[in-house]
Structure formats: structure tokens, C-alpha cells
């Protein structure tokens, strides 16, 4: 296992990036996008690249079975801080594992699941194939793929909104840049991760922006008010179904179906 990207970032992440608007925008409406095309509970789920749980334990609240498979010993150690604060049953249907998502075949065992979630994971790797792969091969038939990435059609738009006017002409054709933890990261697209999936059997059902507003807002230097979640949260998931606003997203959502045989 390599060294620990997230050591020193885990406190920062969950206890920051997740208490903010942005974080509960984040979990709220990628959890409503979920429920659209996800089997019923007590379906099987695997969230590779999971963190926390911030994404799959509202899951296990729900009756789904739930594996969070994580790389990283610090992000693990918070998901079992959090794990604690869930009722005795649905803590009962989480399973943490260690491992690097372009080997979660060996660590499940082979096992095939319901849904497979993979949501902020793709942007840190080198190429998308390898964890591409996993994810389609983890899933059962009928299964659901979920992924949720950096738009590059949208590269431009942060540098300007922080008028970093030379970065933000730079970066019309830039797929990397430094996220907002610090951390390199790179972008990709619905067009080019929808045929990854069809090469993989897996049909794309339906995208979704996500981080619209509320990502542009902040940029630009506003803060926003946590009182403001929920009515935000509305706003972010009624635009990540339309056009052109979901178009103009940070980030985006694509849901996939493996063929039933």
C-alpha cells in the first residue's frame, strides 16, 4: 500500500469541507439523484473510494448493505468515527475495507453488488480505464454504476471567478489543476466516460450536474449562510437536471446500468 495522500488531509476534509453549504449541497443532492435509479433496499452497495461515508452511510440509514472501500488508514479511521454516531441496525450493514479501488476485485472477493458508487475518486488518478474497469466488473447484472467527477468542460470557469485571468485562458483546453484541498486533480467528461462504460457493458441512464451555484458563489469571494443549506440544496438539484444549467456545473454525475445477462 502506498503512503498516505490523505493523512494530513482527512481532518480538513471531513470536518471542513463536509460541515460546510457545499458539503451538505453535495451529499443532498447526489443522495436524491441516487434514490432515483438505485434497487430498493437491502440491495448491496459498494462505494469505492468512499471516505468517510458521507456518500453511503445515509444509505445504510436507509436498509442498504452497504462496503466502504478506501485506500487511505485516515479516511477509514473517520468513517469508524462516524459509524458510531448510526444506529446499532444500520450500523450492523456497513462493512469497511482497505484498498485502492483499481483492486477492489480482490478485496470483495470477486463479490458482485447491486450498485457501485465511485464519487470523487477518478479526478485523482492518472487515466480513468483502470478503476473504469473495477467499477463495471463489481457491479451485477441489472447493477447500477455510479460515478461523480470533475467537468473539463468547465476548466475556466473557477480562475476567472477568482480573476485569475491568465489561468482562466490557460485552462480552456487544461485537463489538471490544483484542487481546492491542494491536492492535483484532474477533469474528464460525460461524453468520454459514457463510452467507457458502453465498452464495458454498462449503458449510461442519465447525468447530472452537481455544484453549480454554489461553487461559483464561492469562488467569487461570497460566504454562505449555513442557515441557506436546504433552500440551496433545492436550487443545486433542480439545476443539475436542466440544461443548460447542469452544463455549467464543477463537477458532474453519471449513472450507468450493466446489462441484465
Known sequence: MADD???????????????SVKGYVRTYVMHQQLLEHLPPPPAAVLDVGGGAGHQSFPLALAGYEVTLLDSSPAMLDKARQRLQRLPPEARQRVTLVQADGEHAEEAVNARRFGAVLSHGVLGYLDTPEPMIDQLCRRAAPGGLVSIMTGNAHTAAVRPAMERRWDDALASFDARTEIGVLGVPGRADTVEE?????RERGVEPLRWYGVWLFVDWLEFGGAELDPGDSRQVAAVELEAGRRDPYRRLSRVFHLVGRKAAG
Open 5 to 19: 495522500t490523505w493523512a494530513g488531509l482527512a481532518d480538513l476534509f471531513v470536518d471542513k469541507a463536509y460541515a
Open 193 to 197: 466516460l459514457g463510452e467507457l462504460l
